[in-house]
């Protein structure tokens, strides 16, 4: 599993590996040592396969900040 990591990493820091052609890229899998049963889902980008795949979620936070009051800055500044 950690070789997927450490491959999706490289894809991400190589801006030639990320793209390349699908034969490039079944080369670089094949070289990194990834079982071919990963290599489409790698190739297709399936991000909830791969998550299940290497017991990983996405944790998406989203927030909102809420300016204050411009009345209530002008008078702590005064």
Same mark, same amino acid.
């Given at each position: 599993? #950690? ?9 991400? !820091? ?6 390349? #052609?699908? /034969? !490039?890229? %079944?080369?670089?899998l094949?070289? *990194? %040592? ?5 290599? #489409?889902?790698?190739? !297709? ?12 979620? #996405?944790?998406?936070?989203?927030g ?6 411009? /009345?209530? !800055?002008?008078? *702590? *500044?005064?």
């Amino acid at each position: 599993m #950690s070789s997927i990591l450490a491959f999706l990493q490289k894809l991400g !820091e190589n801006a030639h590996l990320r793209y390349a #052609s699908s /034969d !490039e890229l %079944q080369l670089a899998l094949q070289g *990194a %040592q990834i079982h071919p049963s990963t290599w #489409s889902t790698i190739m !297709e980008g399936d991000r909830s396969v791969l998550e299940t795949m290497m017991a990983a979620h #996405s944790n998406v936070c989203c927030g909102l900040h809420a300016p204050e009051d411009e /009345d209530e !800055e002008l008078a *702590a *500044a005064v």
